[in-house]
């Protein structure tokens, strides 16, 4: 069973400072990990989807990077900003024939605050 | 272009009643999926519909059924509340891809449950 777990539960930074959010999954046969925003009450947006082949992703200040062989995903945000306050949330799509498309495997998420 | 939209934005029912979510996808999308996310936790997948037909179901029992219609929008119905059914239910569209590994879900802002 794929198990997906994120550390830090939660995180308060100064505004300014780089930091690293760390996910890992137990199950290396996964399509794709995806990166999701979520603010409070609301819904997820993605952020950044990487495939099984592939080693990182970037989109502007964000960068995902994949070691699939390990089970580890970190994303990485430089130079923090308030808005980024939210919870963040990694994602697994696994690989179990031909009926696991439509399903994600979540962690629990990281609660991140960037304070001026 | 309007993105998923989900309705009630907030519900509360008592233990025992019966409860439907509605769900209506990103336009050009038909495929929905519907999560759980408890407080604190990631989402958990109940099931996926397309071309109105379930497609994949996660750990969920009998209580919980769907509906997708013909237009793509979908139903959520949770039949005998518990107090453990109060959650964010949260709906995603795609578009079905035949290499679905690399179909795309949107979420919407969700619905949130109260059992009292």
């Known amino acids: 069973k794929q198990e997906v777990t994120q550390i830090p539960a939660a995180l308060s930074v100064p505004e300014g400072e780089n930091l690293v959010l760390n996910c890992s999954f137990t199950?290396?046969?996964?399509?794709?990990l995806q990166w999701f925003r979520q603010d409070p009450g609301k819904g997820l947006t993605s952020l950044l989807l990487?495939?099984?082949?592939?080693r990182e992703q970037t989109s502007g200040r964000l960068n995902a990077s994949l070691d699939k062989s390990s089970g580890r995903s970190t994303l990485y945000i430089a130079a923090s900003q308030p808005g980024d306050s939210a919870t963040y949330l990694c994602?697994?799509?696994?690989?179990?024939?031909?009926?696991?498309?439509?399903?994600?495997?979540f962690g629990q998420g990281t609660i991140l605050t960037v304070h001026p | 272009d309007a993105g998923v939209t989900q309705s009630p934005t907030h519900l509360i029912k008592t233990r025992g009643q019966q409860v439907t979510l509605r769900c209506s996808p990103k336009?050009?999308?038909?495929?929905v999926s519907w999560y759980q996310q408890a407080l604190g936790q990631g989402p958990q997948f109940i099931f996926q519909?397309?071309?109105?037909?379930?497609?994949q179901r996660g750990n969920f029992p009998d209580r919980f059924s769907g509906h997708q219609f013909p237009n793509y929008s979908s139903e959520l119905n949770v039949n005998a509340l518990l107090l453990g059914d109060s959650a964010l239910y949260l709906c995603?569209?795609?578009?079905?891809?035949?290499?679905?590994?690399?179909?795309?879900?949107?979420f919407g802002s969700g619905t949130q449950l109260s059992v009292l």
């Open positions: 995603a569209s795609s578009l079905f891809r035949r290499d679905r590994k690399n179909e795309k879900l949107f």
């Open positions: 199950d290396s046969a996964i399509y794709n």
């Open positions: 990487i495939q099984s082949s592939q």
């Open positions: 994602a697994v799509r696994p690989i179990a024939g031909g009926t696991s498309y439509g399903k994600l495997t």
């Open positions: 336009s050009g999308h038909d495929t």
């Open positions: 519909y397309y071309e109105e037909e379930e497609r």
